[in-house]
């Protein structure tokens, strides 16, 4: 929308993928600028740290640690997990977190969209990023700080190959300006 408002005749075309797609798009000139989680080694690709959070523990409403202040491995014991798939990075940090606590891991998914939906239905619980679950607002999810503490990064990448113009460096802009208004407000 804050794009939108200043640039309302540029086009933009918003496709989603995987990091290392996005990368390789990013590298081969197929898009100006990617937004990632993780970053891949690919020659003619900057990478920009854009954001880092936390992640969090999402349990339905009037789950038994609804109302915790923090939730820790050992808390999730035997619980039902929808978990990120395996071989994501973020997915690696979380089981070194519950090393020697055993979840039931039930589901995997790679999106925190899906994720959370499954939450509200009551399938389980899981660790994400705070970023989006507060940003989706979903109803029935309750949200609760996680420790140890598993960070969530987010990249900017840009081609080496393109130069940035105007509406780029706005559109990042404009990005990061709505990840820290998510982050002030609801985190």
């Given at each position: 929308?804050?794009?939108?408002?200043?640039?309302?005749?540029?086009?933009?075309?918003?496709?989603?993928?995987?990091?290392?797609?996005?990368?390789?798009?990013?590298?081969?000139?197929?898009?100006?600028?990617?937004?990632?989680?993780?970053?891949?080694?690919?020659?003619?690709?900057?990478?920009?740290?854009?954001?880092?959070?936390?992640a969090i523990c999402v349990v339905?409403?009037?789950?038994?640690?609804?109302?915790?202040?923090?939730?820790?491995?050992?808390?999730?014991?035997?619980?039902?997990?929808?978990?990120?798939?395996?071989?994501?990075?973020?997915?690696?940090?979380?089981?070194?977190?519950?090393?020697?606590?055993?979840?039931?891991?039930?589901?995997?998914?790679?999106?925190?969209?899906t994720i959370c939906c499954m939450?509200?239905?009551?399938?389980?619980?899981?660790?994400?990023?705070?970023?989006?679950?507060?940003?989706?607002?979903l109803p029935g999810i309750a949200?609760?700080?996680?420790?140890?503490?598993?960070?969530?990064?987010?990249?900017?990448?840009?081609?080496?190959?393109?130069?940035?113009?105007?509406?780029?460096?706005?559109?990042?802009?404009?990005?990061?300006?709505?990840?820290?208004?998510?982050?002030?407000?609801?985190?």
């Amino acid at each position: 929308r804050k794009f939108r408002e200043q640039y309302p005749l540029v086009n933009v075309i918003v496709e989603t993928s995987e990091s290392s797609n996005i990368s390789s798009w990013v590298a081969h000139q197929h898009c100006d600028i990617g937004f990632v989680s993780y970053v891949s080694e690919k020659p003619g690709v900057t990478a920009e740290l854009f954001n880092s959070s936390n992640a969090i523990c999402v349990v339905p409403c009037g789950h038994r640690l609804s109302h915790h202040k923090v939730i820790a491995p050992i808390d999730l014991e035997g619980e039902s997990f929808i978990s990120l798939p395996s071989g994501n990075v973020s997915r690696k940090m979380i089981d070194e977190a519950f090393a020697g606590v055993a979840r039931v891991l039930l589901l995997e998914t790679p999106f925190a969209a899906t994720i959370c939906c499954m939450v509200r239905e009551g399938i389980g619980v899981s660790i994400v990023n705070p970023i989006f679950c507060h940003a989706l607002r979903l109803p029935g999810i309750a949200f609760v700080a996680f420790e140890p503490a598993v960070p969530f990064n987010s990249y900017v990448l840009t081609s080496d190959m393109t130069p940035r113009d105007t509406h780029t460096d706005h559109f990042v802009d404009c990005v990061r300006f709505s990840f820290n208004s998510v982050a002030h407000h609801h985190v």
